[in-house]
Nanobody
Framework: QVQLEESGGGLVQAGGSLRLSCTAS????????MGWYRQAPGKQRELVAR???????TYADSVMGRFIISRDNAKNTVYLQMNSLKAGDTAVYLC??????????????WGQGTQVTVSS
């Protein structure tokens, strides 16, 4: 059983910064991809950023140059540093792990989500 624990969301003024963290716990051997999606009310879930185990990153165009994803493989933790936040970044941010290898096999997992609200 793998659990994802997210933290770091909250309310911030436009132009401000927040840092999200997500730690995966359980009998984990490795995690291929860790990343973040977000979902705003009435909108589809969209990829924000993701990072492979060997450090390759992908960003949504809308956050390029403002957000930075990083991960600590030893701690099974992924971070999202969000700078120059805009009202349009308001959403629930969900941690995502792809191809998590455990004693029970390989699966994908999602976190519960953390709310990020940017006031204009």
């Amino acid at each position: 059983q793998v659990q994802l624990e997210e933290s770091g969301g909250g309310l911030v003024q436009a132009g401000g910064s927040l840092r999200l963290s997500c730690t995966a716990s359980g009998s984990i051997f490795s995690i291929a991809i860790m990343g973040w999606y977000r979902q705003a009310p009435g909108k589809q879930r969209e990829l924000v950023a993701r990072m492979t185990r060997d450090g390759r990153v992908t960003y949504a165009d809308s956050v390029m140059g403002r957000f930075i994803i990083s991960r600590d493989n030893a701690k099974n933790t992924v971070y999202l540093q969000m700078n120059s936040l805009k009202a349009g970044d308001t959403a629930v941010y969900l941690c995502y792990t792809d191809r998590v290898a455990t004693t029970e096999g390989m699966s994908d997992y999602w976190g519960q989500g953390t709310q990020v609200t940017v006031s204009s």
